[in-house]
C-alpha cells in the first residue's frame, strides 16, 4: 500500500505547485488518513520540499493495520504536553526551505492560523481548497472492496434483525441491536448513527430513535451502515408491521419504488449530479409530493459518510467511473408516517454492466 499512498500524495503536490506552494499542511483526520494510511488522533501531514512527515502528539497505536501508517513516512512526535502537531509541521516545512505552505483553510481554525504565522511568520500560507476531497471521489478497487465488505455486513446485520420479533419493541433497543451485530460481523463499528423509525416517523431522514414501540399495521424505517476499515457504506429500508400493508402504504412503497430505481439506473459514467437527482425527483413530483421530499437524493461515501459527489437539483459535476454514492429517496407524511429506500452502488461503465448494486437486501414490501 505504501506505493498508493504515495502515488496520492505526489497528485496533491501537484495540486499545490499549481498554486505556487511547494508544500502542504492536511489537517481534516480523514484527508491524513487518504494520503498517510492512518490519521492517529490529532495527526497531521506536511508533504514538505524534501520529505513527507506524519506529526502525532503521542506515539501512534500500530497494533492494528487499520492504525498503522504508512511506513515510508517519517514519524515525528511532537515534544511538551498540549504540543500542536500542526505548528511544528509548519516549523518543519522552514526548516526545508519552504516559503509557501499550502493548508487545508476549510479546516483549520482561525487559533491554529495564528499560532502557525506566530511560530512560522514569513512563512506563507496559501489555500489548497478541497483539493485533497476531490481525489478522494473516484475510489480504487481496493477501496470499493472495503466498502463491499462494509454493506455485506449492513445486509447481514439488518437480515437477522428481520428474523426477530419486533412488535413490542422501542426504536431505541432495535438501533442499539443493530449496532451490536454491525460489530459483531466484523465492522470497526457504525458508519453513522442507526436510525430506526416507526409508525408517524417512518420516512423521516435523519430521525433519532425514540422510546416509540413498534406496533401492528406499522411502517418500519431502518436506516444503518457499516465502517470497515475505515470505509463507510449505507442502507435504508422501509417495512410494514403486520399480516397485509393498507393500500395506502402499498401506492407509497410502489412509489417510492419506481423513484429509487429511476435513480439508479441514471448512474452512468458522464451523467450530471443534477439529472440523478431529476431522475428520482420527477416521480415523486409527478405525483404530488413535492413539498415532502428531501433535500438530496443521494450522496458520495468513502472514509467519510457524507463526501462529494452530492446529488442535488443545484449541484455542479459530472459522474466518473468507481464513484460510490447512495440513492435514497423518500417520502414522509407528517403524522402517517413514510417510506424511505437507500443504497449504496458504485457507478460503472454500462460494458461493466452498469451501476454496482453493494448493498442487496431485498426491497420487496416485506410484511413483518
Known amino acids: 500500500m505504501s506505493e498508493v499512498y ?4 505526489a497528485r496533491l503536490r501537484e495540486c499545490c505547485n499549481a498554486v505556487g506552494s511547494t508544500a502542504a499542511l492536511v489537517s481534516r483526520p480523514a484527508n491524513v488518513r487518504y494520503l498517510a494510511g492512518a490519521a492517529p488522533e490529532g495527526a497531521v501531514l506536511l508533504l514538505g520540499s524534501t520529505e513527507d512527515v506524519l506529526l502525532c502528539a503521542a506515539p501512534p497505536d500500530d497494533r492494528s493495520p487499520q492504525t498503522r501508517p504508512d511506513d515510508s513516512l517519517r514519524l515525528h512526535v511532537t515534544a511538551g504536553a498540549g504540543a500542536d502537531p500542526a505548528v511544528a509541521a509548519a516549523g518543519l516545512a522552514v526548516a526545508q526551505g519552504v516559503d509557501s505552505l499550502a493548508v487545508e483553510e476549510h479546516h483549520l481554525t482561525v487559533t491554529r492560523h495564528r499560532e502557525i504565522h506566530a511560530a512560522a511568520p514569513k512563512l506563507r500560507l496559501a489555500g489548497v481548497a478541497g483539493a485533497v476531497e476531490q481525489l478522494r471521489v ?11 465488505i462494509g454493506a455485506e455486513i449492513a445486509d447481514q446485520a439488518l437480515g437477522e434483525l428481520l428474523e426477530s420479533i419486533l412488535v413490542g419493541r422501542t426504536e431505541r433497543h432495535l438501533a442499539l441491536e443493530l449496532e451490536r ?20 416517523n417512518a420516512g423521516r431522514p435523519g430521525h433519532r430513535p425514540t422510546d416509540r414501540r413498534v406496533e401492528e399495521g406499522d411502517f418500519l424505517s431502518v436506516c444503518l451502515g457499516a465502517t470497515y476499515r475505515g470505509y463507510r457504506c449505507e442502507i435504508g429500508r422501509t417495512f410494514v408491521i403486520g399480516t397485509a400493508p393498507a393500500d395506502w402504504q402499498i401506492e407509497l412503497y410502489d412509489l417510492v419504488f419506481s423513484a429509487q430505481r429511476a435513480g439508479r439506473e441514471s448512474l452512468v459514467p458522464g451523467t450530471a449530479c443534477r439529472d440523478v437527482d431529476r431522475a428520482a425527483r420527477h416521480v415523486l413530483d409527478s405525483a404530488g409530493y413535492a413539498e415532502a421530499l428531501p433535500v438530496r437524493t443521494g450522496h458520495g461515501v468513502g472514509l467519510e459518510i457524507d463526501e462529494d459527489p452530492q446529488l442535488t437539483p443545484a449541484a455542479m459535476g459530472k459522474l466518473d467511473a468507481c464513484v460510490p454514492v447512495t440513492v435514497e429517496p423518500g417520502v414522509h407524511l407528517p403524522g402517517r408516517g413514510g417510506v424511505r429506500i437507500d443504497d449504496t452502488l458504485v457507478v460503472r461503465p454500462e460494458a461493466d454492466g452498469g451501476p454496482e448494486l453493494l448493498t442487496i437486501t431485498t426491497k420487496e414490501l416485506l410484511a413483518l
Open 181 to 200: 451485530r454491525l460489530v459483531d460481523h466484523g465492522a470497526d463499528g457504525p458508519a453513522f448513527p442507526t436510525s430506526v423509525a416507526t409508525g408517524p
Open 6 to 9: 504515495a502515488v496520492r500524495r
Open 138 to 148: 473516484v475510489k480504487d478497487e481496493e477501496e470499493i472492496s472495503c466498502l463491499r
